[in-house]
């Protein structure tokens, strides 16, 4: 299944937020930041990649659905992969 750019916009304004966190990230480590504030903001880039990703799959499922391919043309497996390669 193609994704449909026009939806993407939030998912493209996530992922660049996360990009620049992750340069803070390195900037950070450069500048020998406490390792407990490059940690926390680690783990905020990981949450934004994350919810990009579960955003990407749900928009996926829902042009299925509204395409009139249905659940039928839905591939069970490749999507709980797809799943599982976020978790």
């Known amino acids: 299944m193609e994704l449909d750019a026009t939806e993407m916009g939030p ?11 992750l340069g803070g990230v390195l ?11 490059v940690v926390t ?5 990981s949450r934004a990649l994350d919810r990009a990703g579960f955003a990407i ?5 829902q042009q299925c659905l509204t ?4 659940m039928e043309s839905v ?3 490749k999507m709980e992969k797809l ?3 976020l978790a």
């Open 41 to 45: 903001q680690l783990a905020a880039v």
């Open 67 to 70: 395409t009139g391919e249905g």
């Open 57 to 61: 799959v749900a928009s996926g499922l």
């Open 11 to 21: 998912v493209i304004n996530r992922i660049k937020r996360a990009q620049g966190q």
């Open 27 to 37: 900037r950070m480590l450069e500048e020998g930041r406490d390792c407990e504030d």
């Open 83 to 85: 799943f599982l390669s």
């Open 75 to 77: 591939d069970v497996k």
